[in-house]
């Protein structure tokens, strides 16, 4: 499966990993290619490719040795660290800014 899970928000991706790559295939052959780091834990075998070959094949406690492996997850929590901030800092604000062109629809209320 070809990155299925790029477009969900992490809850959804998460809930949508166990159910159906841990519980419906369970028993199948399952090939997920994915940037989504977060579940490397749960691969039986990880397979890190850069620029179009084969760098890394191995178990999770064998390829987290590698700094390619390393580099990517100081990358990753560095990325989640900083949408975090964002999202802290926006927390509460409004999301939608008022248009001031609508000003002259409101005056004739």
């Known amino acids: 499966m070809d990155d299925p899970i790029s477009a969900l928000d ?7 990993f166990k159910r ?10 399952r090939v997920l290619v994915t940037h989504a780091i977060d579940f490397l ?7 890190v490719m850069k620029g179009g070959e084969i760098k890394i094949v191995g178990t999770y406690e064998k390829v987290l040795e590698h700094p390619i492996v390393k580099e990517i ?11 975090e901030e964002v999202f802290e ?18 005056e004739n209320d």
């Open 10 to 16: 992490a809850n959804v991706r998460k809930k949508i």
């Open 20 to 29: 159906v790559f841990q519980t419906m295939l369970a028993k199948k052959t």
């Open 41 to 47: 834990h749960l691969a039986d075998r990880i397979v």
């Open 73 to 83: 997850i100081s990358i990753h929590k560095k990325n989640e660290q900083e949408k």
């Open 89 to 106: 800092e926006n927390k509460g604000s409004d999301a939608v800014e008022k248009d001031p062109s609508t000003d002259s629809l409101n």
